[in-house]
């Protein structure tokens, strides 16, 4: 068995002086879930989001249904 690694990136609008958080989506198929990580801190904690949740949580924010937030 094979383990894949994350392949971590970051959003193209993250320009902004480094508060930003970084994804791994490459392993949302392979083990259901989505890395997320501080980029200021790739060594430090990382969050696994269920694949499913993550998915929900972008269609809101591409909706732009969490611009009140």
């Known amino acids: 068995m094979t383990t894949e690694s994350p392949r971590w990136f970051k959003s193209s609008y993250s320009e902004n002086g480094g508060a930003c958080v970084e994804v791994a989506a490459n392993l ?9 990580r501080d980029s200021k801190t790739p060594a430090g904690p990382v969050l696994e989001i269920p694949s499913g949740a993550f998915s929900a949580f972008m269609r809101c924010v591409k909706s732009g249904a969490l611009d009140a937030v």
Request: charge should be neutral; charged fraction near 0%; proline fraction near 11%.
């Open 28 to 36: 949302a198929a392979s083990n259901g879930v989505v890395p997320v």
